[in-house]
């Protein structure tokens, strides 16, 4: 009987030493993933000899690699506290792509706390048991009663200084003079300059188990679509996993991914492009990751494990046409300066989203009147290396 398509699914373990495989558990390292596909590249040279007639002999097959793809949607651990380290199994290839997990597991402060004089609009001045050291709040999702109440309170932090004054990604109605703050229990992954780990891996497609050892991330993308009536996707990442394969196997007992939660859709939310609330059809963020295979002889597949070698950050948003009044997006290229993206969606408590660029560079941008209405396209670009873009789920009290 032919193998049924629909039994696929992946394990993810991170490796302690680059290249030594760890190996997955097949009830806890489960990730439920879209669109999985699992090849087996050849690795071939032509070498040309000559035959004593016209027709030459094909390439000499060396080596394999394996290279793994998928789409993860974005749907929370749950629960009224962040999971340990390590324990959400989707975080692990973000980890892979060069994030950092971050895990604020109580509050700060632990009640909500009065803010401090001096706030403007874009900014808020931290109550007395805030820390002055500078950055330390940088890319973390923070609850702000005068925005409002529940997803409307929430917004992120771009950087704090020595005065613990904080800069956030929306504008406020009024300035940020009264009300309280508090860092919420959150479970982030933010850019870093650390070098990422490598993966080990199990695919089983049907009755078929290929596992993977060495695996860095080829490809990653981050996506918030925005969900309504014309549009109907949701978020994700999108990945690539490159590296040399460990076992190929017959396996008649694949296992079952965890269903997990619903998946909250980009709505009901927030859009704040430049301090600038924004409509729009997409939000994405393409790592333009490279991967790298150190060559060594001593190595049964010639080379050492795949290294993730560099990433390139383009944000590319399409949003709805506004007056430049509201937005001037030409005099930002012009410029060349530094603004933040944000957006917030959730279904509930641990299962609430933000996707945060602290600075983007913005390049020009084009009208596009090909649909009912006009829109504009048009890219960003992230040259910092440290918490500039973060993907952060939300551990509210309440919402």
């Known amino acids: 009987m032919a193998d049924s398509s629909l039994l696929s699914v992946i394990g993810i373990r991170v490796e302690t030493t680059p290249g030594v495989r760890n190996a997955p558990d097949p009830l806890l390292d489960l990730i439920t993933v879209a669109d999985l596909k699992p090849t087996i590249d050849g690795q071939t040279v032509d070498i040309r000899e000559f035959t004593?007639?016209?027709?030459?002999?094909?390439?000499?097959v060396v080596g394999k690699t394996?290279?793994?793809?998928?789409?993860?949607?974005?749907?929370?651990?749950?629960?009224?506290?962040?999971?340990?380290?390590?324990?959400?199994?989707?975080?692990?290839?973000?980890?892979?792509?060069?994030?950092?997990?971050?895990?604020?597991?109580?509050?700060?402060?632990?009640?909500?706390?009065?803010?401090?004089?001096?706030?403007?609009?874009?900014a808020v001045a931290l109550g007395s048991t805030a820390s002055s050291t500078v950055d330390l709040y940088k890319a973390k999702m923070i609850l702000l009663s005068a925005l409002g109440v529940g997803k409307a309170g929430l917004t992120m932090i771009r950087s704090n200084d020595g005065t613990k004054l904080a800069q956030i990604a929306e504008t406020a109605g009024t300035a940020l003079s009264t009300g309280n703050w508090q860092l919420i229990k959150q479970l982030a992954y933010v850019l870093s300059p650390a070098t990422p780990p490598t993966l080990s891996a199990d695919v089983w497609i049907g009755k078929r188990k290929i596992s993977g050892v060495g695996m860095a991330v080829s490809s990653f993308k981050l996506n918030a679509p925005t969900s309504g009536r014309d549009s109907q996707d949701v978020p994700s990442y999108e990945f690539t996993i490159t590296g040399d394969i460990s076992a190929d196997a017959d396996d008649s007992s694949a296992p079952t991914p965890p269903a997990g939660l619903a998946v909250p859709p980009f709505r009901d939310g927030k859009l704040w492009i430049a301090n600038k609330q924004l409509g729009g059809s997409s939000l994405s963020v393409d790592f333009g990751a490279q991967v790298g295979y150190p060559p060594n002889p001593n190595k049964k597949s010639g080379n050492d494990s795949a290294q993730l070698t560099e990433t390139t950050r383009t944000v590319d948003l399409t949003l709805n046409q506004t007056s430049l009044t509201n937005w001037d997006h030409v005099a930002a290229a012009d410029g060349q300066g530094y603004y933040p993206i944000f957006a917030l969606w959730g279904l509930g408590i641990g299962n609430l989203f933000s996707l945060f660029i602290s600075d983007a560079r913005f390049n020009y941008r084009s009208p596009d009147n090909s649909g009912a209405f006009v829109t504009n396209t048009g890219q960003a670009y992230v040259d910092g290396v440290d918490r500039t873009v973060a993907l952060v789920i939300g551990f509210p009290d309440t919402f």
């Not at 004593?52 to 000499?60: A, D, E, L, V």
């Not at 993860?72 to 975080?91: K, M, Q, S, Y």
Request: net charge positive; no cysteine.
């Open 52 to 60: 004593g007639s016209i027709h030459r002999p094909g390439p000499k």
């Open 66 to 122: 394996l290279t793994i793809t998928g789409r993860v949607l974005l749907r929370g651990p749950g629960g009224a506290t962040p999971p340990a380290a390590d324990a959400w199994a989707p975080g692990r290839i973000m980890r892979a792509a060069g994030m950092s997990e971050v895990i604020v597991s109580t509050a700060i402060p632990a009640a909500p706390e009065a803010v401090g004089a001096g706030g403007t609009t874009t």
